[in-house]
Nanobody, 114 residues
Framework: QVHLVESGGGLVQPGGSLRLSCAASGSISSISAMGWYRQAPGKQRVLVAS??????TNYADAVKGRFTISRDNAKKVYLQMNSLKPEDTAVYYC?????????WGQGTQVTVSS
């Protein structure tokens, strides 16, 4: 089992920045990809960004140019969020894929408001 713990969420003003972190523990060998999803109130959970073990990244159109995903070996993944907008408000979830099974963290709240 892979255990994921997110941190770094909070309240920020529009235009501000936050950096989310996710630490993986447990059976972390053979994790092929890690990423971030978000779920706003009343909406479905959607992909924000992902990164493979080889370093390939993928971003949702809504965050391209503003968010950057990075990975520190197989244990940590980060999401640098700049130029935040109110519509970025959501619970952000870390995910890790291992042998085609997705594991999820508990989520961290990000609120963008003045």
């Amino acid at each position: 089992q892979v255990h994921l713990v997110e941190s770094g969420g909070g309240l920020v003003q529009p235009g501000g920045s936050l950096r989310l972190s996710c630490a993986a523990s447990g059976s972390i060998s053979s994790i092929s990809a890690m990423g971030w999803y978000r779920q706003a109130p009343g909406k479905q959970r959607v992909l924000v960004a992902s990164i493979t073990s080889g370093g390939s990244t993928n971003y949702a159109d809504a965050v391209k140019g503003r968010f950057t995903i990075s990975r520190d070996n197989a244990k940590k993944v980060y999401l640098q969020m700049n130029s935040l907008k109110p519509e970025d408000t959501a619970v952000y979830y870390c995910t890790a894929r291992r042998f085609f099974v997705d594991h999820w963290g508990q989520g961290t709240q990000v609120t963008v408001s003045s």
